[in-house]
């Protein structure tokens, strides 16, 4: 039997950082897609092994069960909750890990890797299992490759261990019911944590839940927006860690506590506005515009924060720079450091400009693209039932 989960990335238009210590950002699905798919092997498969392949990276990773069971059975156990992986349990996956020998240029996979584990191992227990992963996200650059990855992984899991209640006879892609929606994002924040380290659970639960939501101290509330939203997203190519910028802000936060207090309320505003802004009635072209405007000018200050807790790069301000040079506006999505970054395109803009943009943005050796915004969230679907 072979089910398979999707779980699309995410953009942050106000608020990253800032959530992670208690202030509300907003945050919408993209049409980029991580799809995992987790199959059974036939019982008269001789060796018991755990494989995870990474189709898109050409690598694949195995463990046989019982390596994984002399590693993990003391912390495993019985879980039925999503449960934290406690640190010395991290210490015996890192050992799991170490055992693939990850080529050091793409080290970074090696915590989506050990949240596999945890996943997998906790979900599943100790099973053979083939586990396949393909994404259309790149990856470590701000549309939350890693909670995609976490979510779709729990979703395929949890369908697998029988946990969910879904109809197997089903063709095609399927929603969860509530309730399992979030079981699910509860065990994919279980696997953020140990990519990110201190996640705020944002990029798991719009991940989750689709649409676009405002979000603040694990809170969600769903929002449609009234404001066709139109972003451009560039991917500066400069990769990054989110872990360590979100470790980096609240370094900065111990260091100047009442001066970052300020910083984390001022976002708080934005998005609070945003929000507000976003959800408001369009009459005509005129307001559509003025709105546009207004919503050009939080993105703007929020940039301005951004750079104030130290996750801008030089990149990022050359982004800045060249769409200014166009009248438009632009900030950094998800933990900055590099990564992708947002232009908002006014709906009356002609195509002959955003043209221009794009080309002299790539000239740059950027790459630009225009996502479809505030979509579905995770999908499941069975499609082997032999
Ligand atoms: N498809 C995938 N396969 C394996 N590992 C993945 C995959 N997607 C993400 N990861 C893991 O997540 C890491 C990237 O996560 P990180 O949080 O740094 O960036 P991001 O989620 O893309 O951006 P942001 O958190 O700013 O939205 C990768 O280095 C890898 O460990
Ligand atoms: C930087 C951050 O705020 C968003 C990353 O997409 C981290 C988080 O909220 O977990
Ligand atoms: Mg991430």
Redesign the pocket.
Known sequence: MEVKARAPGKIILAGEHAVVHGSTAVAASVDLY?TVSVRLPSSSDENEIVKLQ?KDLELEFSWPVSRIREALGVFVGAISSPTTCPAECLKSIASLVEDQNIPEVKI??A??VAAFLWLCSSILGFVPVEVA?T?ELP?????????A?CVALSAALLALSGSVNVDREHHGWMVHKEDELDLLNKWAFEGEKI??GKPSGI?NTVSTYGSMIKFRSGNLTLIKSNMPLKMLITNTKVGR???ALVAGVSERAIRHPDAMKSVFNAVNSISDELSILIQSPIHDDVSLTENEEKLAELMEMNQGLLQCMGVSHASIETVLRTSLKYKLISKLT??GGG?CVLTLLPNLLSGKVVDEVIAELESCGFECFIAGIGGKGVEISFSDLS
């Open positions: 991580t990474l970074g996979l915590s989506g992963i994404s990856l470590g650059s701000g549309l939350g490759s890693s909670a990855f990519i990110h990029d860690n989110t872990k998800g933990a990564g």
